[in-house]
């Protein structure tokens, strides 16, 4: 039973926000992968797909502005996403605050195709 302490992870960066991974092949998954991530102020994760899966984003803090087909709308502390397979989608932090989620994959191959914009 692999138990993953978050303190000893390493983070790593994703567009300067901080992304920390939580579960993934590398920590004993089988087939799934969970990023626990650190959004800045005006920080962004841009427009993107994943081909071949979904994501569920669950904001634990903070507020950001979550981009799905083409609609905006605020999410904060409590909601939760789903961004279908190849469904384009990203987040925005433009509050003045640190805001965090967790990003989880029902895969431990992540697929991500960025629109160019």
Same mark, same amino acid.
């Given at each position: 039973?692999?138990?993953?302490?978050?303190?000893?992870?390493?983070?790593?960066?994703?567009?300067?926000?901080? #992304?920390? *991974? !939580?579960?993934? &092949?590398?920590? /004993?998954?089988?087939?799934?992968?969970?990023?626990?991530? +650190?959004?800045?102020?005006?920080?962004?994760?841009?427009?993107?797909?994943?081909?071949?899966?979904?994501?569920?984003?669950?904001?634990? #803090?903070? *507020? !950001?502005?979550? &981009?799905?087909? /083409?609609?905006?709308?605020?999410?904060?502390?409590?909601? +939760?996403?789903?961004?279908?397979?190849?469904?384009?989608?990203?987040?925005?932090?433009?509050?003045?605050?640190?805001?965090?989620?967790?990003?989880?994959?029902?895969?431990?191959?992540?697929?991500?195709?960025?629109?160019?914009?």
């Amino acid at each position: 039973m692999p138990i993953i302490r978050k303190g000893q992870v390493p983070s790593g960066d994703l567009g300067g926000n901080i #992304s920390q *991974a !939580l579960a993934n &092949v590398n920590l /004993g998954a089988a087939r799934l992968t969970v990023n626990h991530i +650190t959004m800045v102020p005006g920080g962004e994760i841009r427009l993107h797909t994943h081909p071949g899966h979904e994501e569920c984003m669950v904001i634990l #803090s903070g *507020a !950001l502005t979550a &981009v799905m087909a /083409g609609k905006e709308e605020t999410v904060s502390a409590g909601d +939760t996403i789903i961004a279908p397979s190849d469904v384009i989608h990203g987040l925005k932090n433009t509050s003045g605050q640190p805001a965090t989620f967790i990003a989880i994959f029902p895969t431990t191959d992540v697929q991500r195709q960025w629109i160019e914009g």
